[in-house]
């Protein structure tokens, strides 16, 4: 019963989409404020009834309810409650349900907003956004139906595939899908921007707070996503350029830089055009991502067994969104006013610098990842492009950008002093070039680019921090005078250096994996495996069971130099109900650094047994964590939880350095 | 020879009209993305890797010493370890065999009869030094070039990797 209600309330919220998606824009175009309006009641039931459709799903996964095909392909008796609640997203039709849940999510936010937005505006973005509901929830309900009965009812189910079952993985999904999909409200706006023909500072500062939300979800997203196949894949990478990955980095690089030209647009009403095509591209690129996941169409390491009929349907639905907003961006955005002049030397001029590098190397992403498509088609050639084409393309883009960013972000707007703000960093700059040197003449013999990283790192970090500090200590005389300006610095000043510098910490850990090593050996009970700093001591073998699984558990002893650590425990598992083998790596961190073991076959006697040293790794995740919260830090800011101020009345551009 | 003509003293704070600054503006992102065109075709050059079936190896005349990745069926009875890290194994498509050494653990859901894809260096007389094997996520999932392989040399059985369709939350 429950398991049809669901079914039934999905279907009606495919209806009240349909009604969200056409009613406010039949509205708009006749004038009418009553049907124009009916877009936020339609957002709110759409949502209701998505969220009843997916709490019977989680029901019935809770209940183990076999009777439904979904929860007997990916469920278990045994499983964990935990387990037993992240399956419901751990497959195609649980997540494709989290996918529109999120999404209708989005649109019951915007509908409840107080923020006073021009009822145009509102009922334009609210059209959009049931729009693209209908589009997933057709998909969903036609393609992906995870309420589907089976019959007869098997007795036990296939049980959730185990390297999903892990609580990193648990999280990864809502936490990347809200990034994502949060990107259909910034899409959305600029849909209705374009056919409202009209837009301002206004639309800037309505669609930043979604644009950062999105942003930093996204960035949390990726992050979860990359120290889950750090630990769980047991082989020690975390990040392959591989297409799944590319597919949510590729929203996250435009996304970035959205965050930037809405900045731009709201200070100073400027780049308009451009911030609305970005807007566009950036939730193209989401759906694109979804495309590649979801077809299969690239062979990745994150693979899963896919349909090809899905394929077909998502690749419409990009299409006729990605066509659509484009044609109608290129019917419209003509209309659209020009926005203001800027200097050469200036803020927003650093912040045009900063959007053609992220797109440009956005777009080196792009090439990298559809390239094998495209020659595929043409040639038939089958190639696969891997992290060579990146570290020559990606990162000669980036490395530029991230020189001067320091720079951009202490330029004043309007009018910048480029020699002042090259004075205000030289501190920073000086002792980056310092550490690199040091560090190169301590590590001679070794990688020469990671201690120039290592030193990027430090001068990005030190940037962010001195700028903070210059402006706390402005002006202000003792400790009482600076905490109060420090409080009453605008939040997005703190979310720009906490971003910043997060960015920074990253570029240290990637730039220390130059450092890392591995080594691998046959290990029997007593015997030691030495790489890089640590020293790992094989104790014993035992096997040990857990709810739905059967393990074989290595315990070692850990020693960096001579000092000991704690022990570790590495484990190969087998699942019984799929009878798959996984790898749950033993790790033990050390300050900032982890020794890394994973188990291979036993053997006469022994273990195969591989030892990482992974110098700084925890700062490529810790600086994403700051990166995050800074976003959370500028979405916090006054000026979004404020009334915006009026149309067609934008105030001036306030000369507070935010941003 | 030309002399450059002596050309007019420009003011000390010359004032960029509307074209001129939007004339800049695409000239540095003409230039940004132009830099970025030509690494990615420099990229493109040698870092790309091609993909191959064992036949197709000897059809395209692969010559020894070319990098690329190798697809196909890990073949029943030819998985051999020696030294413990040591690890050799023949990949088919049915038709033609290729012996692979690798050097390193397994991914876990390597096995006899299943589909695999590692990527390396062809030495010429159908031997292959892998540096990694690539792993899966899933059992039943077939690397789509492994399947066209197979489906050429006429091996393929359909529903053979396939069972319940499983692709998880990660996209």
Known sequence: MIVEIGHYALALALGVSVIQAVVPFWGVFRQDRTLASVGSSAALVSFALVALSFAALVTSYVRSDFSVGNVVANSHSAQPLIY????????????????????????????????????????????????????????????????????????????????????????????????????SITYAFAVAALIDGRIDAMWARAVRPWTLLAWTFLTLGIAMGSYWAYYELGWGGWWFWDPVENASFMPWLAGTALIHSTVVMEKRDALKVWTILLAILTFSLSLLGTFIVRSGVLTSVHSFATDPARGLFILLILIFFVGGSLALFAWRAPLLRQGGLFAPVSRESALVVNNVFLATACATVFVGTLYPLLLEMVTGDKISVGPPFYNATFVPVMVPLLLILPLGQSLAWKRGDLLGAAQRNAMAFGIAVLAALALLFFTRGGPVLAPLGVGLGIFLVLAAGFDLGERIMMRASGWRAMLSRARGLPRSAWGTAFAHAGIGLSIIGIAAQAWSTEAITVLKPGERLTSGRYTIVLEGMSPRSGPNFRAEVARFRVFSGDRELAPVEASKRVYTARSMPTTEAGIRTDGLSQAYVSLGEAQDGGVAVRLYDKPLILLIWIGSLVMALGGGLSLTDRRFRLAAPKRAAPTAAAPQPAE | MTIAQPTRPLPAKRRFTRKQRRLTLIAMAGAVLSLAAGLVLFAMRDTIVFFYGPTEI??????????????????????????????????????????????????????????????????????????????????????????????????????????????????
């Open chain 2, 58 to 171: 000897t059809e395209k005349g692969v010559l020894p010493g070319t990098r690329m990745r190798l697809g196909g069926l890990v073949e029943a009875g030819s998985v051999q370890r020696s030294d413990g890290k040591r690890v050799t194994f023949a990949v088919t498509d049915g038709k033609t065999s290729i012996k692979v050494g690798y050097d390193g653990l397994l991914p876990d859901l390597f096995r006899e009869g299943q589909g695999v894809v590692t990527e390396g260096v062809f030495e010429g007389a159908g031997r292959f030094k892998a540096d990694s094997v690539l792993a899966k996520h899933d059992e039943t999932y077939m690397p789509r070039e492994v399947a066209d392989t197979l489906k050429k040399q006429g091996h393929w059985q359909p529903g053979a990797a396939g069972a319940p369709a499983a692709p998880p939350a990660k996209p």
């Open chain 1, 84 to 183: 037993k609640l992240t399956s419901v997203w751990g497959n195609h039709e649980g997540s494709m349900l989290l996918w529109v849940l999120i999404l209708t999510l989005f649109g019951a936010l915007v509908a409840l907003s107080r923020r006073s937005l021009p009822p145009r505006l509102r009922a334009g973005a609210l059209a959009a956004q049931g729009l693209v509901a209908v589009a997933f929830l057709a998909f969903t309900l036609l393609t992906s139906n995870p309420f589907q009965r089976l019959s007869p009812v098997p007795a036990e189910g296939q049980d959730l595939n185990p390297i999903l079952q892990d609580l990193g993985l648990a999280i990864h999904p809502p936490l990347l899908y809200v990034g994502y999909v949060g990107f």
